[in-house]
């Protein structure tokens, strides 16, 4: 792989693949790699460079560099251009991107968003106009882009000194992976984090450390979507050119330790500059600039890779946040955090105009989400990836199933989230889990699917009932499970905010046991949480009404698992506004 010129090109990758079961040792064998030319739509007799893939391997944005019809001429010049994938697979034919891009002499979309309605471009610009180095973002608009606005990030311009400046977004928007360099017109950069702040600006960088930073160059920053591989160009010692692609792993939930990086080999590298380096969320390719058969000046090529180079494998959960009420489309914030813990992970908004969101989930864990606007109660979900392990060679379907308020609406081959058999209550107390029958705790999935969720916001209204998707109980027990915690604190948030608003919290049972048994148990669960809102959180008792009503107003067939486990719930209903 070539690149004739290190631009100040920014990669945001999502990767999906196998996870991690040994100790992996690298290998460089270039016949264990295949390369494939993206071909003449995408491809010309120029210079493309700085591929960034979509997560969904849908569009693919990346400079031209040298055309005559460049706005400053065919010298040393590039603009921003862009395909997207047809039906059958191939690439559409690359077109320039339109206003408010291309307007700067380099112009590169240094990043996009897990639901690409967000990019991240070269450049510092205010109300529309160049002011320096630096990023800034553009979002997606009804009627195509919006100016593009700086990213402020403390610190960043007095520190900045060198000649070449990158970075990436990490898939969950909070951190910023920075290369420059802190000596004045140097072009040996470093490795820098930034984090998001509450007022939306951003942290002064910090040093990746000395198991990153050398003494030469590290740039051109690639954060995987696990949130711990990272993919960088380096001419350290030991290379087979003038810059390498390197990868290393984080270690713990700092960013100071790191794996030893280890050279990715040939053909990834070659004897020349090899700075660019982008992937889908499937992860099964990276996404690089060539020079070896190429039409003319430098093309983008795909190389499958071998597990080692792989991050760890992560889902793409995906929907749309509807009113349910209206049906309409809704501009929504969706969050998300790690189960039982509680701390938010991540956020991501949904499309003011088609409601659309996607957000990335690393395997593992255990995640709450929800979605939340104005004047509406926020909806939460949840998806367990703690037992999931990944098989490029089997797949799985999901049985057809509607949801409350998340539903998914195709029947397709898509992740499996949860699994019925060896679980316990605490995951099954939800209906909006589809369930695939299995008997262990790991269940086997296909690499590379998307989880279907849409999300439907309830308004604020007299005699709404919502269910309370994340509140947990072990099985048949009526003490909360700590994952509930994060669920209820939102709830008393919400009772904060509405303090002329009074509820009852409503606790439901299947039909396994008794007719008594159930009511008692039933009854016991919401007093638990009622306990839980007035003496954890401080809200006023007469506030909140609670009503147990074991069996008696069962959603669905209690003849069948699944059934089963949509009648078993925790509901809240306004009953004074």
């Excluded at 690298?26 to 591929?51: A, F, H, M, R």
């Excluded at 930073?213 to 954060?223: G, K």
């Excluded at 889908?280 to 996404?287: H, I, K, L, Q």
């Excluded at 007093?527 to 147990?548: E, F, N």
Aim: hydrophobic share 35%; charged share 25%; aromatic share 10%.
């Amino acid at each position: 792989m070539k690149s004739s010129k290190i631009f100040p090109i920014l990669l945001l990758f999502l990767s999906a693949t196998f996870a991690w079961g040994q100790k992996r040792s690298v290998s460089i064998d270039p016949k264990s790699y295949e390369i494939e030319n993206l071909g003449d739509s995408v491809n010309s007799t120029y210079d493309e460079l700085g591929p960034v893939m979509t997560p969904d391997g849908q569009t693919l944005y990346f400079a031209i560099d040298g055309r005559q019809d460049n706005l400053f001429g065919a010298d040393e010049s590039q603009e921003i251009w862009f395909c997207t994938k047809r039906p059958d697979g191939k690439w559409s034919k690359a077109k320039r991107m339109p206003l408010p891009f291309n307007l700067e002499q380099f112009n590169s979309v240094e990043s996009v968003t897990p639901d690409g309605s967000t990019l991240i471009i070269r450049g510092a610009f205010k109300n529309g106009k160049y002011k320096g180095p630096g990023f800034s973002a553009s979002n997606r608009t009804a009627n195509g882009w919006s100016v593009p606005q700086q990213l402020e990030i403390e610190g960043f311009q007095e520190m900045n000194k060198g000649v070449f400046t990158n970075a990436v977004l990490a898939n969950n928007g909070k951190f910023l992976i920075l290369a420059f360099s802190e000596v004045k017109n140097s072009e040996a950069s470093d490795l820098y984090v930034s984090t998001l702040k509450e007022d939306g600006k951003w942290s002064r960088p910090q040093s990746l450390g000395a198991d990153i930073n050398t003494n030469v160059s590290e740039d051109t920053p690639f954060l995987a979507a696990d949130g711990k591989t990272l993919y960088f160009s380096s001419d350290r010692p030991g290379g087979l050119g003038s810059h390498d692609i390197y990868i290393a792993r984080r270690e713990g939930d700092g960013w100071q330790k790191w794996s030893k990086p280890v050279n990715m080999g040939n053909p990834i590298n070659t004897e020349e500059a090899d700075t660019y380096y982008t992937m889908d969320a499937t992860g099964e390719y990276a996404y690089l600039v060539a020079d070896k058969n190429s039409k003319g000046g430098s093309d983008i090529v795909r190389v499958k890779l071998k597990e080692e180079f792989r991050p760890d494998p992560v889902v793409l959960v995906s929907g749309k946040v509807f009113n349910s009420k209206t049906r309409q489309p809704l501009d929504a914030m969706i969050s998300y955090e790690v189960l039982p813990g509680g701390g938010e992970l991540g956020v991501a908004r949904s499309n003011a105009t088609t409601g659309e969101y996607k957000i990335v989930l690393p395997y593992g864990k255990r995640y709450g989400f929800r979605a939340k606007a104005p004047g509406f109660i926020s909806v939460s979900d949840n998806i367990d990836l703690s037992g999931l392990k990944a098989d490029a060679n089997q797949t799985a379907s999901l049985m057809d199933t509607t949801l409350r308020n998340v539903s998914v609406l195709e029947n397709k081959e898509q992740f499996v989230v949860a699994a019925t058999g060896n679980t316990n209550d605490a995951v099954l107390n939800s209906d909006d889990t589809p369930l695939l029958p299995a008997t262990s705790k790991d269940t086997t999935v296909s690499v590379g699917k998307i989880i279907s969720r849409d999300l439907y916001l309830v308004p604020i209204e007299k005699n709404v009932v919502v269910r309370l998707n994340n509140v947990f109980f072990d099985f048949d027990k009526i003490q909360l499970n700590d994952a509930s915690y994060p669920e209820l604190d939102r709830v008393a948030e919400f009772m904060v905010e509405n303090p002329a608003i009074t509820i009852e919290i409503a606790g439901h049972t299947d039909a396994m046991g008794t007719d008594e048994y159930n009511l008692k148990l039933s009854e016991g669960r919401v007093t638990s949480v009622k306990d839980y809102l007035t003496s954890r959180k401080g809200l006023d008792p007469s506030r909140i009404v609670v009503h147990g009503y074991g069996e008696s107003v069962p959603l669905a067939d209690n003849e069948t698992e699944e059934g089963r486990a949509q009648n078993r719930r925790v509901e809240f209903k306004i009953i004074k506004n």
